[in-house]
């Protein structure tokens, strides 16, 4: 009986963890609550995921009420992959969680800290499970109102800044988005997605829809960071405690990804967005994205803020694949927001491992660590070698991908851009390593010993997952291209 | 005209909406944006509800001898959102409490001095 | 001491405001009203009771740790009924398996939906509430 029910308890655990957590007295119960549930999330994924691969959709409705007119929870391929990255990630994420929030977070903050987190694991799974577009919108803003909170906690004034930058920008993109489902609604008077991509054929030449679409799109552009709108992500992600900058990371940008994949391809017929400029718009700011951001990244002096700007890189490729709109594009951009979310999860939790033995992420104060600290110096370069896309990592294989789905296009520009942006990408890892290995260390900096095995195990877990993926790539291209099927099928 | 006066609340919508959007990017005082912002999301809830008007129809609760109800689903969505909107503004405010706390205004650019950034 | 007027008047309108919150909770699955609105009119009346009163008067009354409790178990009380109707045997928040007939059903879900989101709103807004005027007692 209770397989049914697993895909709305997916959402439903943390949401009720969130506030059991809020109300824990001290922060050591809280973590450990938390952890207990994100590592049952993440089992229920897998399984959803197994579910979905062996037996097909699986449609849920909401308190009984049959779709269209209730809220749909409807799991494809897609969403189940994207939910066995975040519920994963969280998993992997806890325990570091527990040295660095301690470290980081006042005593009495943490139990709130860790519900704010659990809320914002719940709204992001809640995006990916449901099937309702204003759904989508809702968990949008759990997730982000909760993540607002998050990074205002960072340890830094600017922690505050940034967060109020994010509310703002963040509100306006949600707010974006939310017109443009009421303009989609006042045509078809749906909000269910599956209805909607039956029911939209019929209007899509009308300009409300065009409008509509457009909104959606600035809106979605707006929370995935795609260039220029990431104005809010350098400074989240530099200024949030680490392991709210690991799980971001991670996962939010992904799941903005996800929506955006699904409103374009899934919910507009076949050919709309080929025919749109959006196609090319995601190209050229796809393209931008990679080079500019990545000259950003290089010019960095705090190795946060480096890693941030080619994290918007990074999303610049996934634009990209989205750009060239065919299957193999798509397969890369999927495949790509696993392997980018297994590679900036590991270099944020390496360069978290710094801080929390220095106190700073400032690349002036890293001479010659690499050699206090091995095991944390050697995740960095695995996962380094990983986000230039060396072959026998995983950031190899979307790239690879990538570069094959540009070949099929032909689109010479866009493969020396690719192998550019990897250029630039040895240049600030390069950077890093250098700072950290072969700079003289500074004196005061002789007692800093390895970081503790808390850290280094979940760290190493993701360099790991690194290598594996990037040889064994059965497993993330044949659920990407089984995901892009879901994706792009015509509705029944 | 028709065209004008048939669609007046898409034309106060969209009015409310740049004057929200513009409160947002022209003033530099933080509490100013966030009331920029509340015009911004109200403009948009008045979207969705006057959307939701049906010519003649009566409010959407059942009564006797009344055929024609306005459509209630635009209205239970936008509960939801305004409820969202309360919550970013009670964040906002308190992100701008606590950053008067650290620096001692809510004026961007003074802000931004003496953080030295951009 | 606050002024009379403004305390003999309050005592007089905070009865009948908490009268009316209450009656907007329960009355909201036959008419306009439910859980969002009653908790909002509902810490009204402690928020009016606290600007006449005091803040420390007003905590008194009702604490921010209890309020924490309240707005935790609001949430637990809608989700707490979404799990019951799985494990009676329908969906997420299927009221209808609650009671012996589909109507009956509906209307205690709805009933105790709407309390839980009524216990946390209230608790909310007034924690909200004591936190910002906290920040001017210190």
Redesign the interface.
């Known amino acids: 009986m209770m397989q049914e029910h697993l895909s709305i308890f997916l959402v439903i655990l943390p949401l009720v963890a969130a506030p059991i957590v809020a109300i824990m007295p001290r922060g050591r119960y809280a973590w450990a609550f938390s952890f207990v549930v994100a590592m049952v999330c993440a089992v229920i994924a897998g399984q959803q995921l197994w579910s979905v691969t062996h037996h097909g959709v699986i449609s849920y409705a909401l308190g009984g009420w049959a779709p269209p007119w209730g809220i749909e929870y409807r799991i494809d391929s897609v969403n189940a992959f994207i939910a066995v990255i975040i519920a994963g990630i969280a998993a992997i994420t806890l325990p570091y969680a527990l040295l660095s929030v301690e470290k980081e977070i006042p005593e009495h903050k943490q139990p709130l800290f860790y519900s704010a987190f659990l809320l914002c694991f719940a709204g992001l799974l809640g995006i990916t499970q449901t099937g309702d577009i204003f759904n989508v919108f809702v968990f949008l803003e759990i997730s982000s109102l909760s993540t607002y909170a998050l990074i205002s906690m960072g340890q830094k004034r600017q922690a505050l800044t940034s967060a109020y930058q994010y509310l703002i920008m963040g509100t306006l993109g949600a707010t974006f988005f939310l017109i443009g489902v009421g303009l989609l609604y006042s045509q078809t008077g749906t909000l269910n997605m599956m209805d909607l991509a039956k029911l939209l054929p019929d209007v899509v030449g009308l300009k409300t829809v065009h409008t509509g679409f457009a909104f959606i799109l600035i809106g979605i552009a707006l929370k995935l960071a795609l260039f220029p709108l990431h104005l809010w992500l350098p400074n989240a992600y530099t200024y949030a405690p680490t392991v709210i900058t690991v799980f971001l990371a991670a996962t939010a940008t992904k799941v903005a990804v996800y929506v955006m994949l699904r409103i374009l391809f899934t919910i507009f017929p076949d050919g709309f967005v080929a025919a749109s400029p959006a196609g090319d718009l995601f190209i050229i700011l796809g393209i931008a994205g990679v080079i500019i951001a990545s000259v950003y990244a290089i010019y960095q002096t705090n190795v946060k803020r480096l890693l941030a700007y080619s994290s918007v890189a990074q999303i610049g490729y996934i634009a990209l694949g989205i750009g060239f709109a065919t299957s193999l594009g798509l397969t890369a951009s999927i495949v790509h927001l696993f392997n980018h979310a297994l590679m900036k999860g590991a270099l944020f939790m390496a360069v978290g491992a710094i801080i929390y033995r220095i106190g700073t992420s400032h690349i002036s104060e890293l001479n010659g660590l690499g050699r206090k600290m091995p095991w944390t110096f050697a995740a960095i370069i695995i996962a380094g070698l990983s986000l230039i896309g060396v072959p026998g990592t995983a950031g190899f294989i979307s790239k690879w991908y990538l570069v094959l789905a540009a070949l099929e296009q032909q689109a010479w520009f866009a493969v020396a851009i690719i192998l550019l942006g990897s250029l630039l990408a040895v240049i600030y890892i390069g950077k890093i390593v250098e700072t950290l290995y072969f700079k003289p260390a500074k004196e005061k900096q002789t007692t800093i010993q390895e970081a503790p095995i808390l850290l280094l195990a979940p760290t190493w877990l993701l360099v790991i997952a690194n290598i594996y993926f990037g040889l064994n790539t059965e497993l993330t291209v044949g659920i990407a291209e089984q995901a892009v099927q879901a994706l792009v099928g015509t509705p029944k | 005209m028709d065209f004008l006066i048939g669609h007046y609340n898409y034309w106060v919508a969209i009015f409310l909406m740049m004057i929200g959007f513009y409160t947002v990017i022209s003033h530099g005082n933080l509490v100013k944006k966030i009331i920029g912002l509340n015009i911004f999301q109200v403009s948009v809830f008045l979207l969705y509800i006057s959307m939701s008007t049906v010519t003649g129809g009566a409010a959407p609760i059942i009564t006797e001898g009344v055929q024609l109800y306005s459509n209630p689903l635009p209205h239970v969505l936008i509960l939801t959102a305004i409820v969202v909107g309360v919550a970013t503004t009670a964040l906002g405010l308190a992100l701008v409490v606590r950053i008067k706390e650290a620096y001692g205004t809510i004026e961007e650019d003074e802000i931004h001095e003496q953080d030295h950034s951009l | 001491m606050p002024n009379l007027i403004l305390r003999v008047v309050s005592k007089i309108l905070i009865p009948p405001i908490i009268i009316f919150a209450l009656y907007v909770q329960f009355h909201g699955d036959f008419?306009?009203g439910g859980g969002?609105q009653a908790g909002v009119i509902f810490s009204a009346a402690f928020i009016l009771y606290a600007l006449v009163f005091g803040l420390d008067a007003a905590e008194n009354v009702i604490s921010t740790s209890v309020l924490?409790?309240l707005?935790?178990?609001g949430?637990?009380i809608y989700?707490g009924v979404?799990?019951a109707t799985?494990f009676l045997?329908?969906?997420?928040?299927?009221?209808?398996v609650l009671a012996s007939t589909q109507v009956a059903g509906q209307h205690l879900g709805i009933l105790l939906v709407e309390l839980g989101v009524g216990i946390t709103v209230f608790s909310v807004m007034l924690l909200?509430f004591f936190?910002?005027a906290a920040?001017g007692r210190a």
């Open positions: 008419g306009p969002f924490r409790f707005a935790s178990l949430v637990l989700a979404g799990i799985v045997g329908g969906n997420y928040l299927e009221y209808t909200i936190t910002f920040k």
